[in-house]
């Protein structure tokens, strides 16, 4: 790989381990999955699918078999976009930026970005992949007001203005800003794929430029659609997997169509990974998705049921996993769970009581809080005391770390926090202790949770106890997730519980975004999210220093590509978090089990877990995963 990092510019090139090309064609070994389809002339030989210049990657596995999953609703197919993780450019093990589809990326100063494209590269379907993919989306999709009525996406907007946009030839394009969009590489190394390009030699069929509106518009009358529109955005699909007919560049295609129990994904003859051997990744022929209720995700995985299982499992499930590996031919790998605490408290300054927001932006009251939560006691309870006892912050893993962030204002101790509380004011109390409200009410906190985790539950039970002890008394109220969201934007929650920061790993090219109060699904400050999301029409501007603050250096980190500035904009952002107790954390380090057969190799034994940015498994390549058929273990057709 070619590297250069200085602060004028950055190239990135040949990615994800890249050896030498296997020389003569007669070198590449296809997979006997294909090999009817070759013979019949209906697939070109696999040295004319691939790209001229493929990722080779170092690994040794072998063709054949099938995957065995479970997702709890069809809907969730949607997520082989986020672990099989192909995209533009993305992230290796070690959180580096590095090219994937691209074959090669030029970045001046985080303004000027030049795309190469793999010369042969092509669609499942043997379309070519080409900048006219690129330019089709930009200018037919992303700026068409039928089919996106709110324009270009916010990430590739800077200061309101979209890039400046160059086809070069058929392989090179360029996004040009003005000034800096760090966010722009992150955000398409994701776990949602942007997706700025589209199939454009499928799609154009079903676009109004490119054919007659007319006929378009009756055949989305006969779907029950509105529009052409309509039409075309439902079959351009990349993330949701309903549309079987739509070409993918991801290694499985998906050919089952909904309504269905069983969706298959077969692997896709175009796919531009090889290993060392000359073999085409994927290894595996066919990833099946079987749909379950979520409640009998462990107990199928205990039977032998499946082959591959991580979404959906829990640290509580492994008790369970661990019974029944021998008997069922299974291993439950652990791997920690990178996200900033397992069970934060959210304590709303927006909220619309008066009384209530003038506590909840009280220093001392969230200090106070967090000093009355005996940490120790929820890590022995709910993560059997392998967690991490502290603040809702970053791991240890990510080269921001330092030992403050997690432990300043989070160790246990009550005579403080009554100190603390007593110092706002709130000395009476009533007959049961319960300490009262400047205007008579009980101290009692309703902490609103969608319920949805059975640690967060059972946490805040552990939590109401010791809060009893300095006179607080906390009342837990599960609801819908979507209800609670609802509440929270309009000011109606006072605290909320729910897991800390989704991304706990992260470098210094990674936005701050979950650190600003700039968006409203943040349960701390919805009302001053909605004001940044809307540019001031709704909610409200954000008016305690310490929060502006945050802001500021959020504009700072936006505003240059200079990684030096970038790093400080990050490290006080973090402190900041710590010192004022914006949220509360309590442990974080809960274990994701992933079930494996045995005989099924490629995943490490132990790594970490999280949706941003590991992609949940994403990062660790699923498509270098295979069975060994010396373990005599290949999955079931």
Known sequence: MLLKTRTRSLVLAAALGLLALPAPAQDFKDAPFFADQVKDKKLPPLAER????????????????????????????????????????????????????LEKLENEDDRVFTFTLRPGHRWSDGSPFTTEDFRYYWEDVAQNADLSPAGPPEFMMVDGKPPRFEILDERTLRFTWDKPNPRFLPQLAGALDPGIYRASAYLKQFHAKYADKAALDEKAKQQKLKSWAALHNRLDDMKEQTNPALPTLMPWRVVTAAPANRFIFERNPYYHRIDRQGQQLPYVDRLIMDVSASGLFAAKANAGELDLLFRGLSMSDIPVLKEGEKAKGYTTLLWPYARGTELALYPNLNTVDPVWRQLNRDIRFRRALSLGIDRKTLNNALLFGLGTEGNNTIVAESPLFSQDLRTTNADYNPGEASRLLDEIGLTKRNGAGIRLLPDGRELEIIVETDGESSLVVDGLTLIGEFWREIGVRLFVKPQDRTVLRNRSYAGLTVMVAAPGLDNAIPTVIMPPTE????RQDNYTWPKWGQFVETKGKNGEQVDIPEAQRLLDLYTTWMNTGNRDVQRDAWNEMLRNHAENQWSIGTISGALQPIVMRNGLQGLPAKALYSWEPTAMIGIYRPDEIFWNKAAGKEARR
Do not use: C, E, H
Not at 57 to 78: E, F, K
Not at 87 to 101: A, S
Not at 515 to 518: D, E, G, K, S, V
């Open 50 to 101: 691939i790209p001229k210049a493929p990722i080779v990657v170092d690994a040794a596995g072998q063709y054949g078999g099938d995957i065995v999953t479970l997702v709890p609703r069809p809907r969730d197919i949607r997520y082989i976009s986020t672990f099989t993780y192909t995209r533009l450019v993305g992230y290796d093990r070690n959180l580096q930026l590095q090219p994937d589809l």
């Open 515 to 518: 650190l600003a109060p700039m």
